[in-house]
């Protein structure tokens, strides 16, 4: 453990991210070899201009570990029944091991239904029932790539889970409860807050790891933080000056916890390369 009179020891994702991929890299060879290239679709709807980038930065991942990737962009008034078919077919197409409908989608899409159509065994975001039952019960299948990337980041500084008190503030489906699951499948004692918690500080003042996922600036501060803990910020907002920042109060907390990650640079690359590893584990699976 670092002392706690010198800045927190930075966790940094987009190396952690390179180490991966030039591992997927080398398994994607591999099965090249045995004639399989993976393959991952990704569907986007509409405009949105973050999903635009997020959906760049995952087909540039594909291309630069070796994947097939195909990328298929439709109008906003695409009809869900049209999408519906759309994943019905690359459901069958042996090509696809992966498939991912970048959210959110239209209002007139409904989109759990789009979510439940797509395969569980091409599941790669991790968000069908089937996937989250998995997880729910100890059951191997595929694990929502943020709190997958924020469990390897825990893992490549070391760190031992056992009987520590994870507080995991944030309870979406995407994040906050896989998170805590995953937390608790490693023996941590795992707090869930949110935005009916009453005293949010009392508690993460205990925490030995703290995941800050609400998507809400400055959710953490440094009088919130035990010193020592490991901090983990998967918030993605924008600062009054247009600047990206997390939902931790990054400069303050640097100064107490004995770990932190960067927004951006942290968590973020994490989540496309973990989308990475479940396409490249889906396409082993088939083979």
Known sequence: MTSHTSPAQIIDGLALSKQLR??????????KARGITPGLAVILV??????????R?????????GFHSVLEKYDADLTEAALLARIDALNRDPAIHGILVQLPVPKHIDANKVIEAISPAKDVDGFHIASAGALMTGMSGFVPCTPY???????????DLRGKHAVVI????IVGKPMAL??????????????????????????DVIVAA??????????????????????????????????????????????????????????????LVNTLESAERSA
């Open 214 to 275: 609400v998507g809400k600036r400055n959710v953490l501060t440094a009088d919130m933080v035990k010193p020592g803990a490991v901090v983990l910020d998967v918030g993605m907002n924008r600062n009054p000056e247009g600047k990206l920042c997390g939902d931790v109060d990054f400069e303050g907390v640097r100064q107490v916890a004995s770990y932190i990650t960067p927004v951006p640079g942290g968590v973020g690359p994490m989540t496309i390369t973990m989308l």
């Open 22 to 31: 030039a591992d997927v890299t080398q398994r994607v060879q591999a099965l």
């Open 46 to 55: 509409g405009e949105n201009p973050a999903s635009q980038v997020y959906v």
């Open 182 to 207: 995953l937390l608790l499948q490693k023996n941590a004692t795992v707090t869930i807050c949110h935005s009916a918690t009453r005293d949010l500080k009392a508690l993460t003042l205990q925490a």
């Open 170 to 173: 944030g309870r979406s489906n």
């Open 149 to 159: 990337g924020c469990m390897k980041m825990l893992e490549s500084i070391g760190y």
């Open 57 to 65: 930065n995952k087909v540039k991942g594909c291309e630069d570990c």
